[in-house]
Structures are given as structure tokens and as C-alpha cells.
């Protein structure tokens, strides 16, 4: 960022390269984002497809998404066939069927809207889940 602080961070084992339209494919991606005083949020995939300049990957199939635990919350997984991230905006989208899990609570849906800016998940349709209530420690 303008700060010189880690953003995120793209890994893959192969990757090719397309001069003539500056794009990527890659094989098994993990695109992992940094914001300050938050847990990292990773996402992985079998494959992707960046346009020029990385601005948005195109992530495809077994996409799963994780926002690591903290002291007070479990881990958060998200699974999705497909999600486009625009890497900059910290934002991410899907048409396609999701289903969260954190700890023993999930919800599913179809369509989602990712904003790692505002920590925000919005399900667009046929959303069901069940939420189960964390004990107190003693």
C-alpha cells in the first residue's frame, strides 16, 4: 500500500504467461490478504486466471476461502466452485452456490458479495443455515 505495508500475496507452483494480452493462468493459486489489527484472509483454488496487472483473479475450482481464527472466534471457511476477486478493492464476488462454515455453525446460499475492506459476507438467494451459539467459559 501507499505505507509500504504487505496487501496480499499471490503463490502457485506453475504459472503461464501470455504476453500478447498480459494475463496469467495458474495452477493451484493461494492469494492471501493483509489488512492491519484483522486476521489474514486466504484464498485458494485449483486454478486461476489473472487479467493485466493482477487487478482480478478469476479463481476456479474447489475455491475456499478462510479467514483465520482469533481468540474469540473459529475459523471461518468458505466454499465455492468459482469467485472473482478484485485484488485492490478487497472485494470478491460469485454467482454460484456457497456454503459457509464457522465452527459448528454454516449457512449456504447462492450469489455472494465479499467486501474484506468492511469484514462483510452478503448471501444473495436462497440462504438457510444454522447458527449455533458459542458456550461461556467458565
Known amino acids: 500500500d501507499q505505507t509500504g505495508q504487505l496487501k496480499y500475496r499471490l503463490t502457485a507452483p506453475y504459472l ?12 493451484s493459486p493461494t492469494l492471501t490478504s493483509y489488512r492491519p489489527k484483522t486476521p489474514p484472509v486466504t484464498v485458494t483454488a485449483d486454478r486461476a486466471k489473472l487479467t493485466a496487472g493482477g487487478e482480478i483473479a478469476y479463481l476456479r475450482d474447489n475455491v475456499r476461502l478462510s479467514r483465520a481464527a482469533t481468540e474469540t472466534r473459529p475459523e471461518l471457511v468458505a466454499r465455492s466452485p468459482d469467485l472473482t476477486v478484485h485484488t485492490e478493492a478487497g472485494t470478491a464476488h460469485t454467482d454460484s452456490k456457497v456454503e459457509i462454515t464457522q465452527g459448528p455453525s454454516w449457512i449456504t ?30
Open 109 to 138: 446460499g447462492v450469489g455472494a458479495h465479499i467486501d474484506n475492506n468492511a469484514s462483510t459476507f452478503v448471501l444473495q438467494s436462497q440462504v438457510k443455515g444454522q447458527y449455533i451459539r458459542p458456550r461461556a467459559t467458565p
Open 16 to 27: 503461464v504467461h501470455y504476453p500478447d494480452d498480459d494475463t496469467s493462468e495458474i495452477t
